[in-house]
């Protein structure tokens, strides 16, 4: 829409109003201010380049683990000594011999652990005090879900089978073997008298 031009009456009454008007007061200095600059940080300034760029490269660094749950080795480790001091510390060297072994290998969880229950009752009942349990370290499978997977049933299950009744009131200590006997794949079992 085009613009109208002003009548002459119209024109008239604009002037009157525009003598009338006082212009607004403007502090002075308001122009005369220049706009602060922006500050320079000392340091080398860096380009950013973007095959450099890394998400997360200037995040705090923080271990995080899956695995929610410790280790057999570490609960081990970390179970007080009940038994003779120099004794648990030459059975952990393996010094000491144990009296008897039994080796778990390609039995099920339920064979194993009647079989378990058999062999330390009757250790127990013939003073044997230091036996050896062989679990093996178990068959590592690629991890294809989410959700990881303990290697070894036997290995993780044989600690807890320990702590249970019947076996908890004969059972002192309970480590992990030295290399020579099996390593991680053994269990030392230091029967109560």
Known sequence: ???????SDEVE???????TATPLSLPQYV?????PKPKVNPKKKEKFELNKFEIGANA???SVKNDLKPSISTVLESASVQMDYKAFKKMKRGKSTPEASFDLHGMTVAQAHTALIHFLMTSYSRNMRLV?????KGKFQKDKGP???????LRHQVPQWLRMPPLRDKVLQVSEAHGKHGGSGA????LRK
Request: hydrophobic residues 40%; glycine residues 6%.
């Open 132 to 136: 050896l349990v062989i679990t093996g």
């Open 31 to 35: 122009n005369s201010v220049a706009k």
């Open 13 to 19: 009454l604009w002037e009157r109003v525009a003598k």
């Open 60 to 62: 705090a660094q923080k």
């Open 187 to 190: 269990y030392y079992v230091y």
């Open 147 to 153: 959700i990881p997977r303990q290697v070894g049933i």
């Open 1 to 7: 829409m085009p613009r109208r031009k002003l009548k």
